[in-house]
């Protein structure tokens, strides 16, 4: 009895050695990263959603907004699109998320593959009509994004530039990074709706008839991804048909140049 006494007395008196808790480097270097993505997504997110539809209406109600030249607005719509497309790469690197994600991995699903079947016999298809059919200089300027569109050779080859940046980052954008971002939240469906409303007030609020084809034609590009989780056929649809418009364009700016030495 007195030795059993003695050991836990022993053991109540004896200095307790307390262990501290520590936190594994790596683990709290991985809670700041999904930090930082998370609040990167955030930012971008406002800035897709609010910030650029915003910027855009603004823009279409200034009266000397298209008195910047063609060549300047293919810069600033190039390096808007550059900054945008910056800081999700920056998001995506740093939480090592797959580019499958976004919408740009290879397109091997029956459904990918059916999209860029299409996309392809329409482009051919349109491709084929320009060449054909003579577009004169006063049926051009009625088409809605006549202004935008390139008039001399030289604004051509930076307009080539131009489609391929805003056919790529516009639906890397708002199809494959804000639709996915949005579905958590509020559905497919509102995910549908409000990326497809922000990228059409983005085009501005210069008529009606502008702001209800933008509208209609970002909600058929956003349902088509939803259908096709693929970005690739949308991305050669969103290059492709601005392309073929600027070719057209040129073509009816140089006819009554050409008929002029024909008659001379």
Not at 66 to 85: E, K, P, Q
Not at 122 to 133: E, I, M, Q
Not at 170 to 195: D, Q, T
Not at 247 to 260: C, F
């Amino acid at each position: 009895m007195i030795g059993g006494v003695a050991r836990v007395t022993a053991i109540a008196t004896r200095p307790q050695r307390f262990t501290k808790i520590k936190r594994s480097p790596n683990k709290c270097r991985q809670s700041t990263r999904t930090l930082d993505t998370h609040l990167l997504d955030i930012a971008l997110a406002v800035l897709l959603i609010f910030v650029v539809p915003l910027i855009g209406v603004w823009r279409s109600r200034r009266a000397d907004d298209t008195s910047a030249s063609r060549s300047a607005r293919y810069w600033r719509a190039m390096a808007t699109i550059g900054a945008l497309l910056t800081v999700l790469a920056t998001s995506w690197t740093m939480s090592g998320r797959d580019m499958n994600e976004l919408g740009l991995g290879v397109p091997t699903s029956s459904a990918a593959l059916a999209g860029l079947a299409i996309a392809t016999l329409l482009l051919a298809v349109l491709l084929f009509v320009v060449r054909a059919k003579r577009t004169s200089r006063e049926d051009a300027a009625e088409t809605p994004a006549s202004a935008l569109l390139p008039r001399t050779q030289g604004e051509m080859a930076l307009f080539v530039l131009f489609a391929i940046a805003v056919g790529f980052g516009w639906e890397v954008l708002y199809r494959g990074f804000i639709f996915g971002y949005l579905v958590p939240y509020v559905g497919v469906a509102g995910a549908i709706i409000v990326a497809a409303t922000a990228y059409g007030l983005a085009h501005g609020l210069k008529s009606m008839r502008v702001l209800l084809g933008s509208l209609a034609s970002a909600l058929a590009f956003t349902i088509g991804y939803a259908l096709t989780h693929n970005l690739w056929w949308l991305i050669l649809l969103h290059t492709g048909l601005p392309l073929i418009a600027a070719l057209s364009n040129v073509r009816a700016e140089a006819e009554p140049l050409d008929r002029e030495a024909v008659s001379a």
